[in-house]
């Protein structure tokens, strides 16, 4: 089992979030425990393909798997029945949409059984962003689609597809980005978070601001590739025009831990 990247959102408004890594043996694979602010775990998070994606020996079982991984020893099924017996929320990040409609009726399957009393993310990359120049991104109307049919009470985490390179000439999120995501969404009901690649984020703010305001439903997560140069200042850039509680963040220290002491005077 390779590392887990480190997650973290924090903020002051409803549900901010710790994310760190742990390997309980009832897991097999790759995934992450949410902590709150306090400390205590709040939500565990992993990826969910289909085994055998994209191969000759392709099935429609939803697995735990992480690209380019395509099998593992742990299904969504029993991922879905370790943690259910928790009293974590749960957070799942599509990686294609083949697992969609299979994972979304083993939801429907333990809530006709059990109630689920957990916030339940939904997680998919839907739009093609910033310096991709071939189209990767699970279809966003199978995905919208899938939800609204099958399980639309749930908070949608919704993103572009990203490419950046250092010390190469990168673009960012566009107007026309934007308002491509709003029109696919501004009639929805769900709780929706746009992930958003920080350190493009204070290039394109007037545009992420624009979206932010078009309702009170909406908020970003700025996550960090691991070798992005995010930099506090932008981060402080973003808190100091925004509400808090429509930002949630996904750093690596040290940025992590220079941005916690500036803006909440925590320590990691």
């Not at 697995?63 to 029993?78: F, G």
């Amino acid at each position: 089992m390779q590392d887990l990247e480190v997650w973290t959102v924090c903020g002051q408004g409803p549900g901010p979030w710790l994310r760190g890594t742990r390997h309980p043996s009832s897991l097999h694979c790759e995934f992450a425990l949410v902590y709150s602010h306090t400390g205590d775990v709040m939500a565990v998070e992993a990826d969910v393909t289909v085994e055998g994606c994209n191969t000759r020996n392709e099935t429609d079982k939803p697995i735990m798997a992480h690209p380019p991984a395509v099998y593992s020893d742990n299904t969504l099924q029993e991922w879905l029945e370790a943690v259910l017996k928790s009293d974590k929320a749960i957070k799942l990040d599509f990686k294609s949409i083949k697992a969609v409609g299979p994972s979304l009726d083993l939801i429907q399957n333990f809530s006709s059984q059990m109630n689920i009393d957990r916030p339940l993310w939904l997680n998919a990359d839907i739009l093609n962003g910033p310096n991709v120049p071939i189209n990767v991104a699970v279809n966003a109307s199978l995905f919208l689609s899938h939800i609204q049919e099958k399980f639309p009470n749930c908070t949608l985490s919704l993103g572009w597809t990203t490419l950046y390179l250092p010390f190469f000439p990168n673009k960012t999120y566009t107007q026309k980005m934007v308002e491509k995501m709003y029109s696919l969404v501004r009639n929805l009901s769900q709780p929706i978070t746009f992930p958003v690649r920080a350190v493009m984020a204070r290039a394109a703010w007037p545009h992420l601001s624009w979206l932010l305001s078009q309702s009170d439903r909406f908020s970003l997560t700025l996550w960090q590739g691991k070798t992005d140069p995010v930099t506090v200042d932008d981060l402080l850039f973003i808190r100091k025009n925004s509400k808090v509680e429509q930002i949630y963040y996904d750093l690596y220290d040290p940025v992590l831990s220079q941005f916690k002491d500036l803006a909440f005077g925590l320590k990691v």
